[in-house]
């Protein structure tokens, strides 16, 4: 049986994720990024699953400093409709509720409702993790901001559902393994992760980045973060579509390879069908 880690507690949707992915696989709930990471390089656990950004607020702060230091590849994607339900005790009542605990990010994917609300927020490591806390205050006063299943796995009562500001709001997760696992080139669409630092001569970017305009090949995503605390060149972490097994790609990280320090392919894997329908 697959094992699969992930951040949060059951309930969350990480583990809603995780379920989608691997049915009736076991599960291993972590409290870090960093513990599900480590979980599969010690090999507690056979695959992590793990959000990287949200329609809605963004890139997941720490995981990109993580993966490349993590020696584990990205062999899948998912996408998840991420839906917020306001739940409180067993017989509470909105007009009761004066406090609402949830994760940082589900708090500021919710502003609306809690602004009409007018209630004060309090932060919590998971929305999973706001559910039990509520459950286990057993205050009317309280609600949590927390993924519908998560309601009926600690007794809550819902006071409303579907509170998130967009209603298109979706959360990429990747899963990563201690294999690479390339997919095979078979001209089905396909992403392609890689990590990369350029060399210190003027312009390295603009003309690393130059082989995938003149080679037709889409980046669908480009970051850049700092290593360390000094003043280092920064390392890039980026998403194209396509295999590095075709001849326009091939060309396009030749010439990254040109100009960069260091090239890390993270990992070749299917594209998701939401990339397809969207």
Not at 97 to 105: A, G, I, K, N, P
Not at 189 to 198: C, E, G, I, K
Request: one cysteine or more; hydrophobic letters at 40%.
């Amino acid at each position: 049986m697959t094992t699969v880690a992930y951040q949060g507690e059951p309930g969350s949707n990480s583990a809603t994720a995780a379920h989608a992915l691997y049915p009736g696989s076991g599960e291993l709930a972590c409290t870090s990024f960093e513990q599900a990471l480590d979980a599969v390089t010690l090999g507690t656990a056979d695959v992590a699953v793990i959000p990287v950004d949200n329609s809605a607020a963004g890139r997941v702060a720490d995981v990109h400093h993580l993966l490349p230091e993590s020696g584990l590849f990205i062999v899948a994607e998912y996408f998840l409709a991420i839906r917020f339900d306001l739940m409180g005790v067993p017989g509470a009542t909105l007009d009761q509720v004066e406090c609402v605990r949830s994760h940082v990010h589900a708090l500021g994917q919710c502003r609306k409702v809690l602004l009409a609300g007018g209630w004060r927020t309090l932060v919590s490591d998971d929305t999973a993790g706001a559910a039990r806390e509520v459950a286990e205050l057993g205050d009317p006063r309280h609600a949590a901001l927390a993924p519908p299943a998560a309601a009926g796995l600690h007794g809550l009562q819902v006071l409303r559902t579907e509170v998130e500001d967009d209603p298109d709001n979706t959360t990429r997760f990747v899963v990563l393994s201690r294999d690479a696992a390339p997919a095979p080139d078979l001209g089905e669409p396909t992403m392609t992760s890689l990590f990369f630092s350029v060399r210190n001569i003027p312009s390295a970017l603009y003309k690393a980045l130059g082989g995938f305009a003149t080679s037709g090949v889409n980046l669908t995503k480009i970051e850049s973060y700092q290593i360390g605390a000094g003043l280092n060149a920064s390392r890039f972490y980026v998403e194209i579509e396509g295999h590095p097994d075709e001849p326009p790609v091939a060309l396009a990280l030749n010439e990254l390879r040109f100009f960069s320090s260091e090239v890390r392919v993270l990992g070749v894997y299917p594209a998701h069908p939401h990339r397809l329908e969207s």
